[in-house]
C-alpha cells in the first residue's frame, strides 16, 4: 500500500508515512480529501492539525496545499470521504516522529493517498521516481520499504498541488546520480544533502 507524509505538515511526516504503517500509527499526519462540496472538509481538519502540540506540526496554510493535493481526483473522492468521516471527532495525537495524526484512521488515510496518487500523478516524476525506488531497493537496507511504497511515496512528495514539486526534482535528479549507501539502516544517495534540506525549506515556508 502506498504511503507518504510532511507535504504540509511538515517534512518528516511524509518520511514517517511509511513507518507510520509499519508501526500502526494511525493517519499520521495527512490531509483528507474532499467531499463534493470542497474545501469545507479540509479546514477543520487542517484547523486541528495545526493547532496540535506536536513538534513537528506545521501551519494551517501548508496543511491546506497538502489537501488541494490529496483531493486532486475525483475519481478518489468516495476514499477520501471515507477518510474525513474516519477524522470527524477523533482527537489529533503526536507520533514518535512528533507529527501530528488522527487515532484509528491510518488505513482510511492510506488508501486516500493510494489513490490520489494513482489517478493523478505528476508525470514528470514518474521515470526520475522510478530510476530512484530502483536504486532505492538495490541498496538492500534493512529499513527500507518495497519498490510500490518507495514509488508512491516519491509520487506524493512531488505533486504539483505541494508547490515544492521543482525542488524534489532537483533532489531526485541528484539522487539518480548519486552512489547510494545504507545511514541508520535506510538507503541514502551521497552528496544530495544540500537538495534534500533545500525541498525541506519549501516545505516549511509553505507551512509557516
Not at 173 to 197: H, R
Request: proline share 3%; charged share 20%; with cysteine.
Amino acid at each position: 500500500m502506498a504511503v507518504l507524509i510532511k507535504l504540509s505538515f511538515g517534512l518528516t511526516i511524509l518520511l514517517a508515512a511509511a513507518s507510520c504503517k509499519k508501526n500502526d500509527t494511525d493517519g499520521a499526519g495527512g490531509a483528507g480529501g474532499t467531499h463534493s462540496s470542497g474545501s469545507d472538509q479540509c479546514e477543520p481538519l487542517c484547523e486541528k492539525l495545526a493547532a496540535a502540540s506536536c513538534d513537528h506540526t506545521v501551519g494551517y496554510d501548508g496543511c491546506m496545499i497538502t489537501c488541494l493535493a490529496l483531493t486532486s481526483a475525483s475519481a478518489c473522492t468516495s476514499v477520501a470521504d471515507d477518510y474525513f468521516d474516519c477524522t470527524d471527532g477523533k482527537s489529533v495525537a503526536c507520533s514518535a516522529w512528533d507529527d501530528p495524526y488522527f487515532q484509528g484512521c491510518g488505513d482510511e488515510y492510506l488508501i486516500a493517498v493510494d489513490c490520489a496518487v494513482g489517478e493523478d500523478p505528476n508525470p514528470a516524476m514518474v521515470e526520475p521516481c522510478d530510476d530512484f525506488c530502483d536504486a532505492k531497493v538495490a541498496t538492500g537496507c534493512a529499513n527500507d520499504n518495497p519498490k510500490s511504497e518507495c514509488y508512491s511515496n516519491c509520487q506524493w512528495l512531488g505533486a504539483t498541488g505541494t508547490g515544492c514539486d521543482d525542488e524534489w526534482m532537483t533532489y531526485l535528479d541528484c539522487a539518480n546520480a548519486a552512489t547510494w549507501s545504507c545511514v541508520l539502516e535506510a538507503a541514502v544517495p551521497q552528496g544530495c544533502g544540500q537538495d534534500w534540506l533545500d525541498y525541506y525549506a519549501c516545505l516549511d515556508a509553505i507551512g509557516n
